[in-house]
């Protein structure tokens, strides 16, 4: 990696420039799986990672708990597990997408053992301990207690500064910068936080791996710092995004209280999967009113038998319901799940022998860019890995399948990038003029009076979990897409404080919020235009789920201000809806 000093009379030629090959934007399991395979596949490439807060502590694969779904044992097949995805996703996924899941998970956790030392939880025998998932028919969940996203992160950190790959650590992403006309990317510009000075990242080709982290929600699971910075960029550079209406409720968000950023953490469905009970205010079982499989039933519909029984008003005393464990024994809860039972406790809650209050928790977005299984972009010199695509998941994401996710796609997207870089070798020039007014778009608070930008966050939480949630309607969404559109124009004319923009927090709190409002507008126009009920998308005045067999998926393009939406055929390219791959695996 280089730097050079660039001078002009305007802002844009002044900024400080950052030459490299390899531009990974985010440092969660797809990036950091990207940077290490491209190392990999051609060590002399410039491969720089830029994260906004610091490699290894920062993102959402951290924080995985529950563990990492793949086919190993014995009765399991990459055919079960597909089919197991393709009908918990509701017939929406891309086939070729889900099945390069299923397969390269399997390669990708032998990697995680064997090349980058992740220690996972063992049966007796020594065989990988795999455990009970909601919506699998099959336990294929790897884990290293309830703690795994740790393990799996410390491993891939090490491994990056063993290698000695570029980092650009508290460096925030702002926009996607074309060549003058307009066909291919050219670089990132950014702003380092620790000065408040932007950097333009000439790079030759670019990963998008920032994560989703649907943090515009009232309940939420990601850290603070998830933003959707993105996909935001994506909307803003033409990029199609598909199933943005798809957003994963985790059913239980630890509920405690409104003064604690404790709320929103996940209590992790392994709880359930081991025998965990939910219980409404009045201290009753309830999913058997909802699906046969009582809590072993798919988030979604999880999610939906909480929130129905929250708006009965058979609430527990902060609003939610209570998860139950003490019925499976204590001492044995306290053994298996380790780590929720010391987060509960640090909260004041017992995990093992008590009642813990759960909310639904926005959690994953299954939406995202449009990419190919190389993980190629219709943007020239931009991939895709992560929680930043979409079509992986289709209407819903099994637990496990998420991390399995970015590690299988960041790989492949470490390879494809560096073996495109042989036939495409050049830096590209960026249009300056892009560069200008992106600045000063995000300059922007700087020239207005103070405002009350918490105030205008509480009225994003309000405004997404009651029109834009779990339970939706044409009205409630009309409702939502116009307090949206007011509050991105309140959002234009509030500035902040102080005037300095190093560290200056309430400067990425306002671009936080940018990024924040423009995907919500983005999520709710898709779920206007998605006109039944599918996966995590339901319609209250729409119930009924359309023919799977002309099943289709949404894609939003931004082309100014104005958001437009259409409709793509799902191609079923690998089995149709009423078919399976089970009996043929079993015949063959």
């Known amino acids: ?54 490699l290894g502590k920062s993102g959402c694969t951290r924080m995985v708990q529950g563990g990492y779904n793949v086919a190993l044992a014995e009765g399991d097949s990459i055919e079960r597990h597909f089919m197991d995805t393709i009908e918990g996703g509701k017939w929406l996924s891309d086939q070729d997408l889900a ?12 990697e995680l053992e064997n090349e980058l030392g992740c220690f996972f939880d063992r049966n007796p025998d020594g065989t990988v301990h795999q455990k009970a998932f909601a919506g699998q028919t099959f336990d294929r969940t790897v884990h290293k207690g309830d703690l795994t996203g740790i393990e799996i992160m ?50 030759k080709a670019v990963l998008l791996a920032t994560g989703g ?24 550079a033409g990029l199609p995004l598909r ?42 079982r309830f999913m058997h009113h909802y699906d046969p499989r009582n809590e072993r039933a798919t988030r979604d519909i999880v999610s939906r038998s909480i929130y ?25 809860v306290r053994v298996q799940f380790k780590g929720m039972v010391e987060r509960c406790a640090d909260c004041g809650f017992d995990l093992a022998g008590g009642l813990v209050e759960v909310v639904p928790t926005a959690h994953y977005m299954m939406g995202g860019v449009v990419f190919r299984p190389d993980c190629t972009t219709a943007l020239h ?71 009350n930008l918490q105030a205008l966050r509480e009225a ?40 300095d923009p190093a560290f200056n927090m309430t400067w990425h709190d306002w671009l936080n919020l940018r990024s924040l409002l423009a995907v919500s507008r983005a999520i709710a126009t898709a779920a206007l235009a998605r006109e039944d009920s599918r996966g995590a998308h339901f319609r209250e005045d729409a119930p009924h789920t359309s023919a799977l067999a002309t099943s289709a998926y949404t894609v939003v393009k931004q082309d100014g201000d104005a958001l437009t939406v259409s409709t793509q055929a799902v191609n079923f390219v690998r089995v149709k809806p009423g078919e399976t791959l089970l009996v043929e695996a079993e015949t063959a």
């Open 381 to 451: 010199g931009l991939f895709a890995a992560g929680e930043d695509t979409g079509g992986v998941h289709g209407a819903n994401r099994l637990g496990g399948n998420g991390v399995a996710n970015s590690t299988v796609f960041g790989g492949i997207a470490g390879e494809s990038m560096a073996a495109w870089l042989v036939d495409n070798q050049d830096l590209r020039e960026p249009d300056m003029n892009a560069i200008e007014q992106s600045i000063s778009a995000h300059r922007v608070p700087f020239g207005n009076p103070v405002g």
């Open 213 to 236: 982290g649907p943090t515009m929600y009232k309940f939420h699971t990601p850290s603070g710092e998830k933003s959707c910075d993105g996909l935001a960029m994506a909307l803003r």
């Open 99 to 110: 099945w390069t899941l299923v397969t390269k998970a399997i390669e990708r956790i032998h």
């Open 1 to 54: 990696m280089s730097n050079s000093a660039h001078s002009g009379t305007n802002t844009a030629a002044r900024v400080r420039r950052v030459v490299t090959d390899i531009l990974v934007l985010g440092s969660g399991g797809a990036g950091l799986f990207a940077a290490l395979h491209a190392h990999q596949a051609n060590p002399s490439l410039s491969i720089t990672v830029a994260v906004k807060g610091l």
């Open 154 to 203: 410390n491993r891939l950190a090490e491994q990056i500064w063993n290698r000695g790959i570029a980092r650009l650590e508290e460096h925030r992403a702002v926009e996607l910068i074309k060549t003058s006309d307009g066909k291919s990317l050219a670089g990132v510009l950014m702003i380092d936080m620790r000065c408040g000075e932007f950097v333009f990242v000439q790079a």
């Open 308 to 332: 129905s029984e929250m708006r009965a008003g058979r609430t527990t005393p902060n609003g939610g319901v209570y998860i139950s464990m003490a019925h499976l024994g204590p001492d044995k």
């Open 460 to 499: 994003l939480y309000e405004c997404m979990w009651e029109d834009v949630g779990i339970l939706r309607t044409a009205e409630g969404l009309q409702r939502g897409i116009a307090k949206l559109t007011e509050l991105e124009r309140e959002l234009a004319s509030i500035g902040v404080a102080d005037d």
């Open 243 to 284: 199933d943005m209406e798809m957003v994963q409720f985790h059913p239980t968000g630890l509920l405690a209280g409104p003064d604690t950023r404790m709320t929103g953490t996940v209590i992790e469905e392994g709880l359930r999967g081991a025998g965990g009970h939910l219980l409404n205010g009045l201290n009753e």
